[in-house]
């Protein structure tokens, strides 16, 4: 009783710790976990891009299909063997009816039951085409073909989401950025609005001066949350883009910068046409167009089949297995010839098809070589004017930051007004925000670039392969 006493008469707040204990390690569990940052570089980006995206995933499963579609193609060159067997049991045996002229007499019965209590049939069977035509060959050369276009166009759907997660990354770059140079803007127009209001204060320092900095103190808070706003919009896309957790937090370990100079417009249009994996499938899946036209004319031929089979029959009624004189067995051999006389113009009409189906192939890689080198060209200038606006952009950047020194020397010493500094700050930012666009711009450009050429003709070009 008097253990229960004191404890009725403790204060409450010596108990909350040993109730709140385990929610409080929980909460310190999930905020250390919501604290961890994943730091994400651009090769990393990419290499979660490749991992992840659910197009690429759906072409490693086409060349996997492909891959199937060659071993089914290879079985027509080899000998096919097959057994059968069925077991019966007969719980009332099949019967017929003798005619009266053949009984013994006529109060003989007429009804005959036939076969035993168990039936067993087996047979194994071998065939095996001799020739055909040609057609064996053109469709196990058809399937390789169409394999060999089933993988380059995996590689055409990893250009396309290296491409995307570059995109994504460099515009998150870009958002990340601007929010810097806003929250640095944000900061210089604070001191400006604090020396407006000091000066004014003292009366060196007009109301006009003091107004005009507290209205851009003003201005400057709708793109500061817009740039936050954009920030956080990158990122969901690049989470998106690598596959990684909507909720994870994501810290860009890479910046913006200027891109490499191309090479040569030549010897990027030949690394295109020898290195882009649209085109390579292309030119695959027109050679598996050439075999399926072999098959449909080889339809017009003879084909000839070599067969053999063996067979056993018997029927029992005691023990489990039958007595060897009660097998009955059966084997042969046999070659057939199958000609084609007149099957309805179904062959010429498949004949037609796939020739129209190779041309349509042949037509759509001359378009998509045609648009590759649009493509390629268009890159290299715009990457060209992008690295030439770089230049200039870095200059204006620096010519910027040094009016604004000046702007500021000068207001420390009486010699300019706060509206002046001002307007250097807000030059400054302007040719700070332009010069990040220029990096963008180059990074953007060279990847398009990238693109058109192909990863694996670009990479070979630049001697990365």
């Known amino acids: ?97 003798l005619p009266e002229a053949f009984r013994e007499s006529a109060d003989a019965p007429s009804r005959v039951e036939i076969g035993e209590d168990n039936d067993f049939f087996g047979r194994a069977e071998l065939s095996q085409v001799l020739w055909a035509a040609g057609r064996v060959s053109a469709g196990l050369k058809a399937a390789k073909a169409y394999r060999l276009s089933a993988r380059y166009r995996e590689d055409a759907a990893a250009d396309f989401v290296r491409f995307g997660v570059k995109e994504a990354y460099f515009t998150a770059l870009l958002a990340s950025e601007v929010l810097r140079i806003s929250e640095k803007a944000m900061q210089e127009t604070e001191e400006a609005v604090r020396v407006a209001r000091a000066g004014f204060e003292q009366g060196t320092v007009s109301r006009f001066d003091v107004m005009r900095a507290e209205v851009e103190l003003s201005n400057r808070k709708t793109p500061l949350v817009k740039a936050r706003n954009d920030l956080d919009q990158s990122l969901i896309v690049v989470r998106r883009r690598c596959g990684i957790d909507p909720d994870t937090e994501i810290e860009l370990a890479d910046s913006l910068g200027a891109a490499a100079e191309p090479a040569d417009l030549q010897s990027l249009l030949g690394a295109m046409r020898k290195g882009s994996a649209e085109i390579m499938a292309l030119e695959h899946y027109i050679e598996a167009r050439k075999q399926f036209l072999r098959i449909a004319k080889a339809e017009r031929y003879p084909m000839l089949q070599f067969s053999a089979f063996y067979g056993v029959q018997t029927q ?150």
């Open 1 to 97: 009783m008097r253990y229960i006493w004191s404890v009725r008469n403790r204060p409450l707040h010596w108990f909350l710790p040993v109730f709140l204990a385990p929610f409080l390690v929980s909460i310190a569990l999930s905020t250390g976990a919501a604290s961890e940052q994943l730091v994400l570089t651009l090769e990393r980006a990419v290499e979660l891009g490749l991992e992840n995206d659910e197009t690429l995933l759906l072409a490693g499963e086409a060349v996997r299909g492909a891959e199937a579609e060659v071993t089914q193609a290879r079985s027509g060159a080899l000998p096919q063997v097959s057994v059968f067997g069925q077991y019966g049991r007969n719980f009332l045996k099949m019967s017929f009816f």
């Open 316 to 465: 029992w009624s005691s023990g489990f297995f039958p007595d060897e004189e009660l097998l009955a067995k059966t084997a042969g051999v046999a070659l057939g010839l199958q000609i084609p006389i007149f099957d309805g113009l179904r062959t010429k009409g498949k004949i037609n098809k796939a020739a129209a189906d190779l041309r349509s192939s042949e037509l759509d890689l001359e378009r998509v070589i045609r648009d590759k080198e649009i493509a390629v060209r268009q890159s290299l200038l715009t990457l060209r004017n992008a690295l030439t606006a770089l230049e200039g952009r870095i200059e204006t950047v620096a010519l910027a930051e040094e009016a604004h020194r000046l702007a500021q020397v000068r207001l420390e010493n009486g010699l300019a007004t706060p509206l002046e500094r001002l307007d250097a700050e807000l030059a400054m930012t302007m040719a700070r925000g332009q010069l990040a666009e220029a990096m963008f711009g180059c990074g953007m450009a060279q990847a398009c670039l990238e693109l058109a050429v192909g990863s694996e003709g670009y990479g070979m070009m630049n001697g990365l392969k």
